[in-house]
């Protein structure tokens, strides 16, 4: 059990590009979660996934945001043209059924300059 | 949306005291859990709750899981200096369908040596 692993730690971008993050969860790990965390606050819910399929999406992931999670393994978060409001830490997670606990990556940083 | 009412936002205290935080809801919750975050890095598990009333310890942690399902609780008992961060408390309610959470805003803990 390597645990939840994302990459890359940080990354900064000018206004209007495009970023991806990847993100690799728990092996037998069948539940994927994206997070949102900004300064002061907890972790906001964006995305779920159950394997490859996508089941919710938070109303705070606007059309400029995608989650993709292919084979039911890794996942990617791509945001298309980054407003400065995009910058945060997201944070992916994982857990199997029947356990609710969420295990943590350590977290994108991005900032949009 | 569901909204969690973490108290205190920080706390300075003496190595060697205890401390003791709560996490408060309008709504009822099927699981809650309490995590640490360290800067930098995304939130670890410290503790799970699956049943109201229950009380639960890990090491010098102990967290309840109200009557209500309205409120948790989490003690740490004669604090060290790496006990330093930002607890979280989250709560769940989905029913076994994604496990979503929801998180409070935050108990940052400061521990002067």
């Known amino acids: 059990d390597t645990g939840v692993s994302q990459n890359p730690r940080h990354k900064i971008t000018k206004r209007g590009q495009n970023v991806t993050f990847r993100c690799d969860p728990i092996s037998e790990h069948n539940r994927l979660y994206w997070y949102r965390q900004t300064l002061g606050q907890g972790p906001e819910f964006l995305t779920y996934f159950q394997n490859e399929a996508q089941l919710e999406k938070s109303r705070l992931l606007s059309d400029r945001f995608s989650a993709e999670r292919p084979k039911g393994s890794f996942s990617t978060l791509e945001i298309q043209r980054t407003e400065q409001g995009d910058s945060a830490m997201y944070l992916c997670?994982?857990?199997?059924?029947?356990?609710?606990?969420?295990?943590f990556g350590s977290g994108t940083r991005l900032t949009v300059v | 949306g569901q909204q969690l009412n973490q108290s205190p936002q920080s706390m300075f205290i003496q190595e060697g005291e205890d401390v003791s935080m709560n996490c408060t809801s309008s709504?009822?919750?099927?699981?809650w859990l309490w995590y640490k975050q360290d800067p930098g890095e995304g939130p670890v598990l410290l503790i799970a709750l699956y049943k109201a009333g229950e009380l639960t310890s890990n090491g010098r942690l102990t967290a309840q899981f109200g009557i209500t399902r309205k409120d948790s609780f989490l003690n740490i008992s004669a604090s060290i200096p790496s006990d330093v961060g930002i607890y979280f408390c989250a709560g769940e309610n989905s029913g076994g369908s994604n496990y979503k959470l929801t998180f409070g805003k935050g108990t940052l803990l400061t521990v002067n040596p």
């Open positions: 709504s009822i919750f099927n699981t």
């Open positions: 997670a994982s857990s199997r059924q029947g356990a609710p606990a969420n295990t």
